[in-house]
């Protein structure tokens, strides 16, 4: 009798551990779950990313128009001074 007695002590203790465990574990997944994001909040974050995306992109463009106006000037203005200390024939 003893022992199927500290069988039963045993397999109790066992299930009280396990029962504590999934508890720990089930809480942490509710914690978690409600932390991520819903599809809403993905399509706002989508939406915002488009528009940084498109503003990045008119400013490059912005930037590259300046620069190549700038070397355009610039190599002109070298051509120019060359062909002005170029002997006059």
Not at 13 to 21: F, I, P
Not at 34 to 39: A, F, G, Q, V
Not at 66 to 84: D, K, N, P, R, W
Request: charged residues 20%; without cysteine; glycine residues 4%.
């Amino acid at each position: 009798m003893i022992s199927d007695e500290l069988h039963d002590v045993t397999a109790q203790r066992a299930n009280g551990l396990l029962d504590r465990r999934l508890t720990v574990l089930e809480t942490r997944f509710d914690t978690t779950l409600t932390m991520l994001p819903n599809k809403a909040d993905l399509s706002d974050l989508k939406a915002e990313l488009k528009a940084d995306i498109h503003g990045e992109a008119a400013h490059l463009s912005k930037w590259m128009a300046v620069t190549a106006i700038t070397m355009v000037i610039g190599f002109s203005g070298m051509i120019l001074t060359v062909l002005s200390r170029l002997p006059h024939a």
